[in-house]
């Protein structure tokens, strides 16, 4: 079965620090993978995904993921973190016949200290 | 730009008694789903449909029963809630359930006493 581990579940860095969110998956095929991030009372917003192609992908506010086949990693970076970045963020695999059905990580609450 | 519209926000139950977690989406979405969410669980799918008349069980579907009233809407029923039902319960959409983008509403916050 399809498994997500958010290996941290929370990460302090000061503004202006680079960021490194972690996450290994589970899955047999070749998968499809995304990054959402969750502020406090909301929903989930996609920051980005990876179906194939590119290892490196490109998302909103600056974040890019990695896609490592080798180490079944697609870990979240971003260069410079600002205070607004604080939030929770989840790691998702697509699983199903169409990779609709999502299967999250646990998710790591990022803290940002000024 | 209302998105993903979820009814109620908040909402106390008592052990064996029902209600249903409302979902609208103005989007034209072909797919929603229900997800619940639990501390240091992420989010777990309840039930998804993947298009108007059609709808399967997700990961954790016991206890809960669901109904796709049109395009639009898609209902999800607790027939006799139980504490362990105590959760914020989201609901998505996509275009199409390949692989696209979800659309979160903003979550109901459910407590069963």
């Known amino acids: 079965a399809q498994s997500v581990t958010q290996p941290d579940i929370h990460i302090t860095v000061s503004e202006g620090a680079s960021l490194e969110l972690r996450c290994n998956y589970s899955y047999g095929a070749t998968p499809y993978l995304f990054w959402y991030v969750q502020s406090p009372g909301q929903g989930l917003q996609l920051l980005l995904k990876y179906f194939s192609g590119d290892t490196l992908v490109q998302g909103i506010k600056g974040f890019e993921a990695e896609f490592k086949r080798s180490q079944s990693s697609f870990n979240l970076r971003k260069p410079s973190v600002h205070w607004s970045d604080a939030a929770e963020y989840f790691c998702?695999?697509?699983?199903?016949?169409?990779?609709?059905?999502?299967?999250f990580g646990a998710g790591t609450i990022l803290r940002v200290k000024s | 730009n209302a998105g993903v519209t979820q009814t109620p926000k908040f909402q106390v139950l008592k052990t064996g008694q029902s209600m249903t977690l409302q979902c609208a989406q103005d989007?034209?979405?072909?797919?929603m789903y229900w997800y619940r969410q639990d501390p240091g669980m992420g989010l777990r799918l309840i039930y998804y449909s993947a298009s108007e008349g059609t709808t399967d069980k997700g990961e954790v579907p016991n206890g809960y029963n669901v109904s796709r009233l049109n395009k639009r809407e898609f209902s999800l029923r607790l027939e006799s809630a139980a504490p362990s039902q105590t959760s914020v319960y989201f609901c998505a959409s996509s275009i199409w359930a390949t692989n696209e983008k979800l659309f979160f509403g903003s979550g109901t916050q459910l407590s069963v006493l």
């Open positions: 989007m034209n979405h072909n797919s």
């Open positions: 998702a695999v697509g699983a199903g016949e169409y990779g609709n059905k999502l299967v």
